[in-house]
């Protein structure tokens, strides 16, 4: 099964994922804009529309799309607009991007308890829209923490 997150830069969300016990494999990329094949530099401009976001298969036998959910809202501040700590823009953003009505239901559902459970003071900004056509990253940012032996 897939889901795809932003939720900052790519490099953080996508080690924390790829560390998740069930998930198979990770890919950072572009999605939500509107170049077709868009490269890091164009993204970087933040006037193409797409978010930095991490694609990840999983195996719904050993991890659910709710606990996938859990990972994103405990890793990033959902209620800061177009960015996570220095790095500011749209491609920042936070956004979960479904693939089909179960994800949008249990996304929203999560998005509304999180909400209600007062752990932020602020309301929380994250974006939920079914998922467009995500565009992998160059090769040097895959698995970029891993490569240089950061985390």
């Known amino acids: 099964m897939k889901a795809t997150f932003g939720a900052g830069c ?3 969300v996508e080690d924390l994922f790829r560390k998740t016990k069930g ?3 990770t890919q950072v990329g572009y999605i939500g804009g509107k170049l077709t094949n868009p490269t890091y530099d164009e993204v970087c401009t933040d006037i193409t529309g797409h ?3 991490v694609q990840v298969e999983y195996d719904s036998n050993e991890i659910s799309y709710d ?3 859990e990972v994103f809202w405990s890793n990033h501040d959902p209620t800061l607009l177009n960015r996570q700590g220095y790095d500011i823009g749209t491609q920042y953003r936070s956004a979960i991007f479904f693939h089909d009505e179960e994800q949008k239901k249990i996304a929203q559902k999560s998005k509304e308890e999180l909400e209600k459970s007062g752990k932020f003071q602020k309301h929380i900004v994250t974006e939920i829209i079914s ?3 995500f565009y992998k ?3 040097y940012h895959q698995k970029y923490f891993q490569k240089h032996g950061l985390f």
Do not use: D, Y
């Open 131 to 133: 998922a467009p056509e």
């Open 67 to 69: 606990e996938l959910l």
């Open 23 to 25: 998930v198979k494999s």
């Open 10 to 12: 790519f490099w953080h």
């Open 51 to 53: 978010a930095e976001a």
């Open 137 to 139: 990253a160059e090769e």
